[in-house]
């Protein structure tokens, strides 16, 4: 088992361009999750999705966009990118009523 | 607007102390309260909360929830250096799992 795999694992955007954040798990959990951390803080809601075809947004959802066609994957999209997007990205999922796993994560830099 | 919020922010205590963290909450729908701890890199669980007054234990890790006064704590007991790391409280509500700023916590040699 794999688990939650989160590509590419280091990525530096110029302002303005687009990219693609993937996270994919083999455990069939429902729901998923995407976080942003910035530096000496906590884990921020982005978005997160109860199962296929459903998303919804979280504490800080501006600048970004979701999609979760299959239970497996649930890419993050952000367009026209800004210094203020620099973070690490963590994705998760889980099924009810257990703790969330956390993929190793993603760190952006937007120059 | 759901809040989850850790006390203290940081802590630094020597080797052998025992350390009580903190969790307060205020969300609707409460459904659990997880703890994590955060390394270099992506939290691992630690445990997962959801009755009043059972206390969690693992090794000389235990927690315990008061959804009374909508509270957690977290006690590590006679710490080591392997136990410096930032330790994260988050609550499940409404399909969610909200995160506080975490506790920072360094153990001295």
């Known amino acids: 088992n794999a688990g939650v795999t989160q590509t590419p694992k280091f990525r530096i955007l110029k302002i303005g361009q687009s990219m693609t954040l993937q996270c994919t798990q083999d455990?069939?959990?429902?729901?998923m999750y995407w976080y942003r951390q910035d530096p000496g803080m906590g884990l921020k809601l982005i978005y997160y999705s109860v199962g296929a075809g459903i998303t919804d947004k979280g504490e800080v959802p501006n600048g970004y966009n979701v999609s979760r066609s299959t239970t497996e994957d649930f890419p993050l999209r952000l367009e026209l990118a800004a210094p203020s997007q620099t973070s690490v990205y963590f994705c998760?999922?889980?099924?009810?009523?257990?703790?969330?796993?956390f993929g190793q994560g993603t760190r952006l830099t937007v120059v | 607007e759901d809040k989850v919020v850790q006390s203290p922010l940081s802590l630094v205590v020597h080797e052998g102390d025992t350390v009580t963290l903190n969790c307060s909450y205020e969300v609707t729908n409460f459904r659990s309260l997880l703890w994590y701890k955060q390394e270099k890199k992506a939290p691992t669980f630690l445990f997962m909360l959801?009755?009043?007054?059972i206390e969690k234990k693992s090794g000389r890790l235990s927690s315990i929830l008061d959804k009374k006064e909508l509270f957690s704590i977290l006690n590590i007991t006679a710490t080591q250096t392997g136990d410096s790391a930032v330790y994260l409280c988050?609550?499940?509500?409404?399909?969610?799992?909200?995160f506080g700023k975490g506790t920072r916590l360094h153990i001295l040699p």
């Open positions: 988050a609550v499940e509500a409404d399909d969610k799992i909200i």
């Open positions: 998760a999922s889980r099924r009810d009523y257990t703790e969330a796993f």
């Open positions: 959801t009755s009043s007054g």
């Open positions: 455990m069939n959990h429902n729901y």
